[in-house]
Structure formats: structure tokens, C-alpha cells
């Protein structure tokens, strides 16, 4: 339908909105046609007060901004976000669900959300202020405080290898957490970094670690696994007797008999009970080596 006086611009939209624009420019047209002449110029003067078209505009769906909307104004933070936010990589909406509250006062912990709003009870609730080590809420591990500053705090979140630590003193009891855990919170160092020429060749930490844990570095233990080689170093005597016997423990590892921690010592009876002897006869005796001599050899006195 096309309305003398406005043209075609309502050709082809919806039949309500045709109908209310009827509505609302008949009774114009009336009068416009009682003046005749002034005719064109007033209806282009009245048009933009056309109510129909005004709400027109809120029949429509609005969706809620996306991330990437929030991210052409607040780029800086999308780019944090998607490059240090770790597990923080949710949509800005998901934490922010009322935003742009530029009412005057209102203070900015009413701005934006709460770390316990999704946090509740995280560190045994120990440390309450959030961002005083979690320097940036939209990455909060990135942004984690340095080592040092975390130094009078490390037991207070792991107080088992503190603990640990004092119990089995050692050499590294005398240090600091963060003069091995040093520059970011987490950080573990290689053995090497203070031990450059250590008993064993070094290959890794892991390497070290199976004799060795880093804070209780005393307490030896050891698996089935450990040639006799890395025993050498320290034990030449035995293990050039073991080597040059060519008796049945020749075949043996160190491990085999000084089994699992460091410094145990077997004795014969646990896997040779009294051997071929007669027990009455070994009551004459102080004992199997009396005969049998150096374990490792196994040369019999005498001969
Ligand atoms: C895991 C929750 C979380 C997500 C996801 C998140 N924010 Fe935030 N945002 C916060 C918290 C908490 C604060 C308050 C930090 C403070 O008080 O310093 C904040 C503060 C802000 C601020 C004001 C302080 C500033 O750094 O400028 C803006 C702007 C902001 N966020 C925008 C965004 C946008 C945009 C996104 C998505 C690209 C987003 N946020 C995603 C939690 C989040
Ligand atoms: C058209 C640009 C624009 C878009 C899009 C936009 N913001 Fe903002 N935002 C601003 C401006 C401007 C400020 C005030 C100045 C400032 O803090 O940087 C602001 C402030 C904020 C703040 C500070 C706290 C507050 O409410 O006053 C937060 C939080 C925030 N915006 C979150 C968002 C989120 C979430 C989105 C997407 C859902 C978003 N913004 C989309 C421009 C924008
Ligand atoms: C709207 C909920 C929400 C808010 C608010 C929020 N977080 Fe988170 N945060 C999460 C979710 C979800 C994870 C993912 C891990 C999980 O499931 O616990 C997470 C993970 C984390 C992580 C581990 C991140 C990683 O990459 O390993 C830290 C640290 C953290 N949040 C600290 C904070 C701090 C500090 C604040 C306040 C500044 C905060 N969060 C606010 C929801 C939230
Ligand atoms: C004294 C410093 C400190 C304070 C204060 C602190 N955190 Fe942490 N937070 C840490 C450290 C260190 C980690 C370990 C980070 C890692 O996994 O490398 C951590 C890890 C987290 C994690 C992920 C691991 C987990 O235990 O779930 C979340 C979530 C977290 N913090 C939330 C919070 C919230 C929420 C607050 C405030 C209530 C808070 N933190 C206060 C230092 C702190
Ligand atoms: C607020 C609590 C908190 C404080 C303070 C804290 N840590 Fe942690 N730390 C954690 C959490 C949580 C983890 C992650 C534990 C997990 O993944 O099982 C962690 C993990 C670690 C790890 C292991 C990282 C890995 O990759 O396995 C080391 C090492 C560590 N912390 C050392 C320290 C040292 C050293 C300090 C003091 C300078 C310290 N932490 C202070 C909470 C804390
Ligand atoms: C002599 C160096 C050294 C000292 C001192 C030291 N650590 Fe460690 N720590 C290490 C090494 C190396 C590792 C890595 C172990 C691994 O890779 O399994 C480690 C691992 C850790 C871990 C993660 C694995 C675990 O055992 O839970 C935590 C937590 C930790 N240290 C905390 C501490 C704290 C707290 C202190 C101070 C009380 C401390 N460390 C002192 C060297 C040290
Ligand atoms: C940041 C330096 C540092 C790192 C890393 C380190 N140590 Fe040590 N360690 C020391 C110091 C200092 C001593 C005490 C002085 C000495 O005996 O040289 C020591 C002593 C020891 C001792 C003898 C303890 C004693 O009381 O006689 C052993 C065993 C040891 N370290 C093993 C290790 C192993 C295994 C690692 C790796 C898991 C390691 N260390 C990592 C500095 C370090
Ligand atoms: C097969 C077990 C074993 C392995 C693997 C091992 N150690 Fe040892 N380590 C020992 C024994 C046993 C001692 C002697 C302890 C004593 O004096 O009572 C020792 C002593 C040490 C000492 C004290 C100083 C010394 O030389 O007498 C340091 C430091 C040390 N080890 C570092 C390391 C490092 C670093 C590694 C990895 C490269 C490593 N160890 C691998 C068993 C091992
Ligand atoms: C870094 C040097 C070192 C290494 C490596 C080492 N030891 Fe020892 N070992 C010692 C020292 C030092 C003693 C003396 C400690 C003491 O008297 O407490 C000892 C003591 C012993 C003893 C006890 C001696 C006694 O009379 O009580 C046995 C058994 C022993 N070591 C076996 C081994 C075996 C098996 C290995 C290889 C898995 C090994 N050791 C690796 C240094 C080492
Ligand atoms: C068949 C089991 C057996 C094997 C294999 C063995 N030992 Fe022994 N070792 C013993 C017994 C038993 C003693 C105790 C001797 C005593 O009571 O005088 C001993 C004593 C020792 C002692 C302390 C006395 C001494 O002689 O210095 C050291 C150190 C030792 N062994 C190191 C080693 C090393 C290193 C190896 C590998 C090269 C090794 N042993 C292999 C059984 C064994
Ligand atoms: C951890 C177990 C173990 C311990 C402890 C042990 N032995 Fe043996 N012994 C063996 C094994 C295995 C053989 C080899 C058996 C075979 O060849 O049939 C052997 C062989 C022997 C033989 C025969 C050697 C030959 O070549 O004819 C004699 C003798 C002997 N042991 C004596 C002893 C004496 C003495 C002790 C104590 C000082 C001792 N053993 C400790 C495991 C052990
Ligand atoms: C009076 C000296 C003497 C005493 C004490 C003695 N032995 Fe013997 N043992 C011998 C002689 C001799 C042989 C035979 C020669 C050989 O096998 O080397 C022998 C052989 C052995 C054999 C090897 C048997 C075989 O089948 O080849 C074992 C195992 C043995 N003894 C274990 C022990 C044990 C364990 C003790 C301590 C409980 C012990 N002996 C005490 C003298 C002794």
C-alpha cells in the first residue's frame, strides 16, 4: 500500500506496522488535506514524532555482549587473558555478570566481583587478601608475587616438607626455601646448580633423587636397580674385592646384600640360614666369616 505523501517507504514491511502507520497518518491526512497547499513540507516536518517507529526498535533481540564485543573496547585484558589467564580463560560475562555501573559512590568492590565469589575456603582461608599475591585477577598464577616475597609464608601452605626439612637435619636444613625454590613460586632447581661435580655422574635430578630426596637428602634409600658402580666411588676396597673374587657373590650387586637404605648391613643366616653346617659345630666358632672371611671375597681363612 502506498500512502500519497510519504512515498514508498513502507512498501514490503510487516502488515502491523503498516497498519499502525495507517493509523497514525490518516487523521494527519485529514488535515492536511482541510489546508491543501502547505501540504508536502509539514508532513516532512512531523514524521521522525511517529511513535510506531520509535518503538519499533524494541521488538527486536538484544544479545548480551560476547567476550570478543568486551574485548574491542577492554583489549589489553582480552590479550591478558588469552595469553597468560590459564584456567581463568572464561568468558568476561561468567565473573562480570553486572558491569558499567557508573553510579556515582559506588565503591569498586561493588564494581567488580569477588575472588570468593567462586573461591571459597582456598588456602584453609589463611590469606584473605587475594590480590596481594595474585597481583592480576584476569591471570592470577602469571601474577603470582616473587619467590622472595612468599619466603615467610611457605609453611604455612606446606607445612609437610617444612616439617619434613626440620626433622632429618642435613646440610640443606641450614638454607632457606627460596634459596633452591628461588625467582617465581614453584621453581625447582637441578641438584647440579650447587653440586657441579657430585659423586655420581649427573644426568638428572631424577637421577639423584633415587638415593636422594632434595629435603631429607640423608635419609638414603635406594632400589634394586643401582649398579655397583655408583657404590664404587666411595667403597673402592669392596668393590675391587667383589670384583677379583671368583666366588658366588662375585655375581651379586652391592644392592643385592645392602638392600634399600644406605649403610644396612645383612647378615649370612638370612639367605643362607646355617649353610651345609652342622649347628653344633659352628657353636666353636664367632661366627661364618671366622671361616668364610671377607664377604666379598669369600676366601676361606687359611686358604
Ligand atoms: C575469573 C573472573 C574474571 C574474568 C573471566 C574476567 N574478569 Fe575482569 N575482573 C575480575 C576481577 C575479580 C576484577 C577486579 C580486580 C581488581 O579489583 O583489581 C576484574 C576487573 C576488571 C576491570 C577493571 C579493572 C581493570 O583491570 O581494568 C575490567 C575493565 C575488566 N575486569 C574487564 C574484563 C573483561 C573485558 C573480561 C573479558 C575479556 C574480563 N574482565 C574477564 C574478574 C574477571
Ligand atoms: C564500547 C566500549 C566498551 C565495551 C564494548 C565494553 N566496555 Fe567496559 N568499560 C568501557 C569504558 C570506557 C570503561 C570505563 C573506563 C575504564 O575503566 O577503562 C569501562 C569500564 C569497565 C569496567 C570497570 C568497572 C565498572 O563497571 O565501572 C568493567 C568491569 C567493564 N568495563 C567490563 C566490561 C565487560 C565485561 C564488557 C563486555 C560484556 C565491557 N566492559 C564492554 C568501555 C567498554
Ligand atoms: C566467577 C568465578 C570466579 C571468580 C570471581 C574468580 N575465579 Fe579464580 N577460577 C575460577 C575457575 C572456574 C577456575 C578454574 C579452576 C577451578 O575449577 O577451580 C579458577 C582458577 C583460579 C586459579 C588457578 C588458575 C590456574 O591457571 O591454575 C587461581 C589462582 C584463581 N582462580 C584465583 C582467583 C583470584 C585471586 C580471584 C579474584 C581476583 C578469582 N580467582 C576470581 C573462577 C573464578
Ligand atoms: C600469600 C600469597 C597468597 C595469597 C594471599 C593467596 N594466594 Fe592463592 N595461591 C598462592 C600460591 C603460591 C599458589 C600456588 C600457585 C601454583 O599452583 O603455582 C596459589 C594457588 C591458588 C589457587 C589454585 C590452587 C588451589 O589451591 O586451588 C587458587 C584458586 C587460589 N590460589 C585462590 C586464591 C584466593 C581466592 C585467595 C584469596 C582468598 C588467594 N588465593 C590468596 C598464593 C597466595
Ligand atoms: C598460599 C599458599 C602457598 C604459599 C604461601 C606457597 N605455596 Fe607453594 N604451592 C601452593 C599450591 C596451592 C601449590 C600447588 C600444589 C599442587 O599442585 O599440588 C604449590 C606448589 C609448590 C611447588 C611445586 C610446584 C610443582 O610444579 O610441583 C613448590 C616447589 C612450591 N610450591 C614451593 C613453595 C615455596 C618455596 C614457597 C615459599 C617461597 C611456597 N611454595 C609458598 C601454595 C603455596
Ligand atoms: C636444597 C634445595 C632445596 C631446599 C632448601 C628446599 N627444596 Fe623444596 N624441592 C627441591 C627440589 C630439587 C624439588 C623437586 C623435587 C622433585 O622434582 O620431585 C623440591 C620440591 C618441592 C615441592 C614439591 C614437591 C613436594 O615434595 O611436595 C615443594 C612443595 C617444596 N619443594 C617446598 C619446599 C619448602 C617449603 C622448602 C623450605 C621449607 C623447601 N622446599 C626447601 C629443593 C629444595
Ligand atoms: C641451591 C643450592 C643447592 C641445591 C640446588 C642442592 N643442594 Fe645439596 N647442599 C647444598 C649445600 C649448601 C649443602 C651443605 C654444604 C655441603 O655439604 O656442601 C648441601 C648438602 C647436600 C648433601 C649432604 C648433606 C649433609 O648434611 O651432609 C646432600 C646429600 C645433598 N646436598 C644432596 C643434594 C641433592 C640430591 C640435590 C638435588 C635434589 C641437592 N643437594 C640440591 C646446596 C644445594
Ligand atoms: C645410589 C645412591 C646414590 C645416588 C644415585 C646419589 N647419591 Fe649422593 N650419596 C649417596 C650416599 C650413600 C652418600 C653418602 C652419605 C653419607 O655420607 O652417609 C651420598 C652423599 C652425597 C653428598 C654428600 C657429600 C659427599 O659427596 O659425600 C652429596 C652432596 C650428594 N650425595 C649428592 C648427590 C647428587 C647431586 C646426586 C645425583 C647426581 C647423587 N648424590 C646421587 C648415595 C647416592
Ligand atoms: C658419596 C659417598 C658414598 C656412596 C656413593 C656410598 N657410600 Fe656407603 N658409606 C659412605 C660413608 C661416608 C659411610 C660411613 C658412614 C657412617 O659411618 O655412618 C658409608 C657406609 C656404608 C656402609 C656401612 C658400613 C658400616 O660399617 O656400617 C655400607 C654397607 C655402605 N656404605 C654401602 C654402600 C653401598 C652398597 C653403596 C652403593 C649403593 C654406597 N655405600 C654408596 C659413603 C658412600
Ligand atoms: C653377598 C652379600 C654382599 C654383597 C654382594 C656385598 N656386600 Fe658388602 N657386606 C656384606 C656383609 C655381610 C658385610 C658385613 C661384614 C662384616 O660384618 O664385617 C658387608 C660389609 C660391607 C661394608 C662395610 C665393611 C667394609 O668392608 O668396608 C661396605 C662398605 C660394603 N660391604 C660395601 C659393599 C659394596 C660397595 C658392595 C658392592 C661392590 C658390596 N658391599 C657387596 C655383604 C655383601
Ligand atoms: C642377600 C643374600 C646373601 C647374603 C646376606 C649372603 N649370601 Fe652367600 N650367597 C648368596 C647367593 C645368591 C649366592 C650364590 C648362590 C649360588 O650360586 O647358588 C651365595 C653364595 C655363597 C657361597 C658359595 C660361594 C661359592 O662360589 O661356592 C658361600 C660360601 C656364601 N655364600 C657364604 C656367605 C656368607 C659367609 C655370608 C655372610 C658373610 C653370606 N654368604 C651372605 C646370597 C647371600
Ligand atoms: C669352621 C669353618 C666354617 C664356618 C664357621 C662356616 N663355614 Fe661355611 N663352609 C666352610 C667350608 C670349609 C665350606 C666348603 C668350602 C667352600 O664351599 O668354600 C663351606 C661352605 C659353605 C657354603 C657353600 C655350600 C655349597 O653348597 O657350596 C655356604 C653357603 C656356607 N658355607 C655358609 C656358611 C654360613 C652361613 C656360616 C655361618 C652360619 C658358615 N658357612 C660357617 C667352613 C665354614
Same mark, same amino acid.
Given at each position: 500500500?502506498?500512502?500519497? &505523501? @510519504?512515498?514508498?517507504?513502507?512498501?514490503?514491511?510487516?502488515?502491523?506496522? %503498516?497498519?499502525?502507520?495507517?493509523?497514525?497518518?490518516?487523521?494527519?491526512?485529514?488535515?492536511?488535506?482541510?489546508? &491543501?497547499?502547505?501540504?508536502?513540507?509539514?508532513?516532512?516536518? @512531523?514524521?521522525? @514524532?511517529?511513535?510506531?517507529?520509535?518503538?519499533?526498535?524494541?521488538?527486536?533481540?538484544?544479545?548480551?555482549?560476547?567476550?570478543?564485543?568486551?574485548?574491542?573496547?577492554?583489549?589489553?585484558?582480552?590479550?591478558?587473558?588469552?595469553?597468560?589467564?590459564?584456567?581463568?580463560?572464561?568468558?568476561?560475562?561468567?565473573?562480570?555478570?553486572?558491569?558499567?555501573?557508573?553510579?556515582?559512590?559506588?565503591?569498586?568492590?561493588?564494581?567488580?566481583?569477588?575472588?570468593?565469589?567462586?573461591?571459597?575456603?582456598?588456602? /584453609? &582461608?589463611?590469606?584473605?587478601?587475594?590480590?596481594?599475591?595474585?597481583?592480576?585477577?584476569?591471570?592470577?598464577?602469571?601474577?603470582?608475587?616473587?619467590?622472595?616475597?612468599?619466603?615467610?609464608?611457605?609453611?604455612?601452605?606446606?607445612?609437610?616438607?617444612?616439617?619434613?626439612? #626440620?626433622?632429618?637435619?642435613?646440610?640443606?636444613?641450614?638454607?632457606?626455601?627460596?634459596?633452591?625454590?628461588?625467582?617465581?613460586?614453584?621453581?625447582?632447581?637441578?641438584?647440579?646448580?650447587?653440586?657441579?661435580?657430585?659423586?655420581?655422574?649427573?644426568?638428572?635430578?631424577?637421577?639423584? %633423587?633415587?638415593?636422594?630426596?632434595?629435603?631429607?637428602?640423608?635419609?638414603?634409600?635406594?632400589?634394586?636397580?643401582?649398579?655397583? #658402580?655408583?657404590?664404587?666411588?666411595?667403597?673402592?676396597?669392596? +668393590?675391587?674385592?667383589?670384583?677379583?673374587?671368583?666366588?658366588?657373590?662375585?655375581?651379586?650387586?652391592?644392592?643385592?646384600?645392602?638392600? /634399600? +637404605?644406605?649403610?644396612?648391613?645383612?647378615?649370612?643366616?638370612?639367605?643362607?640360614?646355617?649353610?651345609?653346617?652342622?649347628?653344633?659345630? @659352628?657353636?666353636?666358632?664367632?661366627?661364618?666369616?671366622?671361616?668364610?672371611?671377607?664377604?666379598?671375597?669369600?676366601?676361606?681363612? &687359611?686358604?
Amino acid at each position: 500500500m502506498i500512502i500519497p &505523501g @510519504l512515498g514508498n517507504r513502507f512498501v514490503g514491511k510487516e502488515k502491523f506496522r %503498516m497498519k499502525s502507520a495507517v493509523r497514525c497518518v490518516l487523521p494527519l491526512l485529514a488535515a492536511i488535506l482541510l489546508v &491543501g497547499a502547505a501540504l508536502p513540507a509539514m508532513a516532512e516536518t @512531523l514524521r521522525p @514524532l511517529t511513535p510506531g517507529e520509535g518503538a519499533e526498535v524494541y521488538r527486536q533481540q538484544v544479545e548480551q555482549m560476547s567476550t570478543v564485543e568486551c574485548g574491542k573496547c577492554h583489549y589489553e585484558i582480552f590479550t591478558l587473558i588469552r595469553d597468560k589467564g590459564g584456567l581463568h580463560q572464561l568468558e568476561c560475562r561468567d565473573c562480570h555478570n553486572k558491569y558499567h555501573t557508573f553510579t556515582p559512590g559506588l565503591a569498586w568492590k561493588d564494581r567488580v566481583p569477588a575472588c570468593n565469589d567462586c573461591h571459597e575456603g582456598v588456602h /584453609e &582461608g589463611n590469606f584473605p587478601q587475594c590480590l596481594s599475591c595474585h597481583q592480576q585477577a584476569h591471570a592470577p598464577i602469571v601474577s603470582l608475587v616473587a619467590a622472595d616475597k612468599l619466603a615467610a609464608d611457605c609453611g604455612r601452605c606446606h607445612a609437610q616438607v617444612s616439617s619434613a626439612i #626440620q626433622e632429618h637435619p642435613s646440610g640443606h636444613t641450614e638454607m632457606g626455601c627460596t634459596d633452591c625454590h628461588h625467582d617465581r613460586h614453584g621453581f625447582k632447581p637441578g641438584c647440579n646448580e650447587c653440586h657441579p661435580e657430585p659423586h655420581v655422574a649427573f644426568q638428572s635430578n631424577t637421577e639423584c %633423587m633415587k638415593c636422594h630426596q632434595p629435603h631429607t637428602p640423608l635419609l638414603i634409600a635406594f632400589g634394586d636397580e643401582v649398579e655397583n #658402580q655408583v657404590c664404587q666411588g666411595c667403597h673402592e676396597k669392596p +668393590t675391587a674385592v667383589l670384583a677379583a673374587s671368583k666366588k658366588g657373590h662375585a655375581a651379586l650387586k652391592c644392592v643385592f646384600c645392602h638392600a /634399600e +637404605t644406605h649403610g644396612n648391613i645383612p647378615n649370612c643366616q638370612q639367605c643362607h640360614g646355617n649353610g651345609p653346617h652342622n649347628p653344633e659345630l @659352628l657353636k666353636g666358632f664367632s661366627g661364618c666369616l671366622e671361616c668364610h672371611g671377607d664377604p666379598h671375597g669369600l676366601t676361606l681363612s &687359611g686358604s
